[in-house]
């Protein structure tokens, strides 16, 4: 058994799909993306094509030492991304292979289902407790709400108040056992997110995300003596080495690998086991599509320090395709009471749609997010 051929599909909203088919006829499917940089992912796919081609794909191991360390250069989102699909499919063929869901290679399950949040409110929330009470009714036990809009350096303590207005509003909405958190979305800098994370403190959150940007790290120390709010990041952290001194320094609470981007099911599985070690809770990042969804779930089952997990269902990304358009069998994906069920299909439990992957590729996409700007001109994180 050898891998034979790699097809990509730029598909909209703003995913990136990668098919491995092997010399027998198997296929096995990844999502190796960076929002906004799906080309630049593209293209390094490709480039590693040579390393895969004629390979024997059960090796997923070695693969991963051959991608990781062969090119010299190593590291950062658009490398570990690429890693990251391409090792999704391989765990995706493996599993098809034996008749095995992933989780069983890893010990198998250490939970019957998985809590998940949904996404309310959209890159300058607005309506926010309406949207929190809908997900209240479809089932959700949990959401997660951007903080801010545009927040300078230093900047106007209204804004802080527009904050605890809307949060005030959602738990209004909800009631005090349903779980909030609040990405900051490295949008805010540290003498502000001190102020912020002081003044959410009596919301009782599930957590505060990205408090500052990751190359910040080292303002956690100083906010967590601002908060009892357990902290969260990770999503813009690629590998485990990245993830060394944020463990180490011990101020973060939950992180949050984005399989898609963290070298795949194989390296996020190691970071989780770190931070287990550190009593560290993961909540693996994924605003992404269905094939990164799944082989979230499938580290999820078989991982004790997951205690939640992202997905995109009606995230305000998905304006021309949602997370199951691409599926061919979406109940996969069902959410009951604020859980999903484990799936039991091989490998990533799922089966892509090709037929509509490779319709809406024809159409592709060019998603890029919004360049903000301060009120004085300067530019400003989104």
């Known amino acids: 058994m050898k891998i034979e051929k790699l097809e990509l599909f730029l598909v909209p909203p703003r995913w990136l799909f990668l098919k491995l088919t092997t010399d027998d006829g198997l296929a096995g499917w990844g999502e190796p993306i960076v929002e ?35 090119g010299f250069y190593r590291g950062g989102p658009v490398l570990m991304s690429a890693m990251a699909g391409i090792d999704q499919a391989l765990w995706d063929l493996q599993g098809k292979r034996h008749q095995l869901p992933v989780y069983a290679f890893f010990g198998g399950a250490v939970r019957d289902k998985v809590r998940v949040y949904s996404w309310i409110g959209g890159d300058r929330p607005s309506d926010v407790g309406v949207s929190a009470r809908e997900k209240l009714e479809h089932g959700f036990t949990a959401i997660k709400m951007n903080a801010t809009e545009e927040l300078h350096y230093i900047d106007s303590h209204a804004k802080v108040d527009a904050v605890l207005e809307r949060v005030q509003a959602v738990r209004d909405a909800v009631g005090r056992d349903f779980g909030i958190a609040v990405d900051f979305h490295g949008r805010i800098h540290k ?65 949050q690998p984005d399989l898609s981007h963290a070298g795949g099911i194989s390296e996020t599985r190691k970071i989780a086991a770190m931070a287990e070690a550190y009593d560290v809770a993961v909540a693996p990042h994924c605003p992404l599509g269905p094939i990164a969804l799944a082989a979230c779930i499938q580290l999820d089952a078989c991982t004790p320090n997951v205690f939640i997990q992202e997905q995109s269902l009606g995230i305000h990304y998905n304006k021309t395709n949602d997370l199951l358009d691409y599926l061919d069998d979406p109940t996969v994906f069902r959410y009951e009471n604020g859980f999903v069920p484990l799936p039991t299909a091989p490998g990533l439990g799922i089966q892509v749609n090709e037929s509509f992957v490779r319709e809406a590729a024809a159409q592709g996409h060019n998603w890029k997010n919004p360049v903000w700007r301060n009120e004085d001109g300067t530019v400003a994180e989104w």
């Open 191 to 255: 003498a502000m997110a001190k102020v912020l994370a002081k003044e959410l403190t009596p919301f009782h959150l599930m957590f505060i995300e990205e408090p500052v940007l990751p190359e910040n790290n080292e303002a956690l120390r100083e906010i967590a003596q601002h908060t009892s709010t357990p902290i969260a990041t990770g999503e813009r952290m690629y590998s485990r080495w990245d993830f060394k001194k944020l463990l180490t320094d011990g101020y973060v609470d939950i992180i």
């Open 36 to 70: 906004g940089h799906a080309a630049a992912v593209a293209a390094t796919v490709k480039e590693m094509e040579d390393y895969l081609i004629g390979r024997d794909p059960g090796q997923i191991e070695d693969i991963w030492q051959v991608l990781y360390r062969a």
